[in-house]
């Protein structure tokens, strides 16, 4: 069945805060004898754009489906909310639902923890300074002592940052635009000088053509004046125009029944207006400018009509404001093209901006080359140093090998006992044969080789030869 009166008034509370949030209708089967437990279903709210929008509305979710809590939304006003009143109603929210809150903090505190990882791992990889000021930017819709449990703090700092937040929301998007423009506009000129005069002429004329084609459109009405509903209601509604009902239209344009317009179905009812304007097909029609104008035509209402500035118009709003003076604005509606966004010092300053950021990138580079530089000088040092520690650790294995240190003391053995001569008769080749062969063995053989060839007799290395008359013992 449709929600009753109390469901309604339950929503306006609530969903004034945080742009236009809606509650989802809870189904009891009340064919059980015992009530059944309630299915904690995903969260069906239109996003806000909030960093933490996906929190927020699983939030707002399941206190709207306590009935303690729905009762007390009832009976708050926006200053009870804003100033804390509504969260200490927290403390009386059924336990499965507090249970259910507790969970989606923790699931929170673990996607905040993620993304300062990552934000630390890229920065941190780019040589950039941590801002540990964002990053606990990132914390202030929750309270971060306590990462287990969602408390009454949590709910008021969630209520203080959606509020802040949304209200920032409109200007940011403005600021975002405006640079937007600043930056198209100067990618055009600095495209314009690097072509020669006759192309530039032609450029600028064709630039002057475009902007005259965009101008060149049919009558904006007003937005939320009595001439552009009554558009509205006979072109897409295909309804008389004489019989135009504020009542009636309202009802038809709120989408989900929930008896208010949000921002999103305010801004639907100015396609019509904005069409007259914009086409994606034109060369001179740029669809960022359109959703813009968009945003500038709701703002322009909801500072009408919104009276208790909730960021909804109930019923009763709308019907006020159709009896205003305001309602009957025959005026055309002043689109961007005749509303400069900005003035020529602030596209200098915007240019100035640009040059800067250009030079500190440059000073950055210019000191990243240096530290690349340096880097590759220390590299080939270290190189060096690597090659060098290499060679002294063969020589001393070359000095460990048993095997070496036998050969050369062999062969020098070999060469005193062959004497001069028996080196000179035996040659290269036999001291190489005693050196090569290595250990005793070889060095005897060619020590021994060489000797004979000399012609002189081989006696050990600490021995005299003795004269020739003198006889040997043991011969005849």
């Not at 909030?50 to 707002?60: G, K, S, T």
Request: proline residues 4%; glycine residues 8%.
């Amino acid at each position: 069945m449709v929600r009753g009166n109390s469901l309604v008034h339950c929503g306006l509370v609530l969903l004034s805060l945080w742009l236009c949030i809606q509650s989802v209708p809870i189904n009891v089967d009340r064919s059980k004898e015992k009530p059944p437990v309630q299915e904690l279903h995903p969260p069906q709210s239109a996003e806000t754009g909030l960093h933490y929008d996906r929190y927020l509305r699983e939030v707002i979710e399941f206190l709207e489906k306590d009935p303690h809590f729905k009762e007390k939304l009832k009976n708050a006003n926006m200053d009870d909310i804003k100033q804390g009143k509504l969260a200490k109603e927290l403390n009386f929210v059924q336990h499965n639902f507090r249970t259910k809150l507790d969970e989606l903090k923790r699931e929170e505190m673990n996607r905040l923890r993620m993304l300062i990882k990552v934000k630390q791992d890229v920065q941190g990889g780019s040589g950039r300074t941590m801002d540990h000021h964002s990053l606990l930017k990132q914390f202030e819709h929750l309270s971060h002592q306590n990462p287990n449990t969602f408390e009454v703090e949590d709910l008021d700092q969630l209520i203080q940052s959606a509020t802040k937040d949304l209200e920032n929301f409109d200007k940011d998007r403005h600021n975002e635009f405006k640079n937007y423009e600043l930056t198209k506009e100067h990618e055009r000129r600095e495209r314009l000088k690097t072509m020669s005069e006759e192309t530039r002429q032609q450029e600028e004329k064709h630039y002057e053509q475009l902007r005259k084609k965009h101008a060149n459109h049919t009558k904006v009405n007003h937005p939320g004046s009595e001439t552009q509903l009554k558009e509205v209601w006979h072109e897409s509604d295909g309804m008389d125009p004489d019989n135009f009902d504020p009542k009636t239209f309202f009802k038809m344009h709120d989408t989900n029944g929930d008896g208010f317009f949000d921002e999103s179905e305010l801004e639907a009812l100015f396609t019509k207006e904005l069409e007259k304007v914009y086409n994606p097909e034109n060369e001179e029609d740029d669809m960022v400018e359109m959703e813009e104008e968009r945003l500038r035509m709701r703002e322009h209402v909801m500072k009408e009509v919104d009276t208790n500035k909730d960021r909804l118009v109930s019923m009763t709003e709308f019907m006020a404001a159709t009896q205003k003076e305001e309602f009957l604005e025959k005026d055309e509606w002043e689109t961007l093209d005749q509303n400069p966004l900005y003035t020529e010092e602030e596209m200098r300053e915007y240019e100035q901006h640009l040059v800067n950021e250009q030079n500190d990138i440059h000073q950055k580079s210019v000191e990243l080359q240096k530290r690349r530089e340096e880097l590759e000088r220390k590299q080939e040092e270290l190189s060096a140093q690597k090659i060098g520690l290499q060679q002294a650790v063969e020589e001393m294995e070359r000095i460990k090998d048993p095997g070496a240190v036998a050969a050369a003391a062999g062969g020098a053995a070999g060469v005193a006992a062959g004497g001069a001569a028996g080196v000179a008769a035996g040659g290269a080749a036999g001291v190489a044969a005693g050196v090569t062969a290595g250990g005793a063995p070889g060095v005897a053989a060619g020590g021994v080789t060489g000797g004979a060839a000399g012609g002189a007799p081989v006696v050990p290395g600490n021995s005299r030869p003795l004269p020739p008359d003198v006889p040997v013992p043991g011969h005849s």
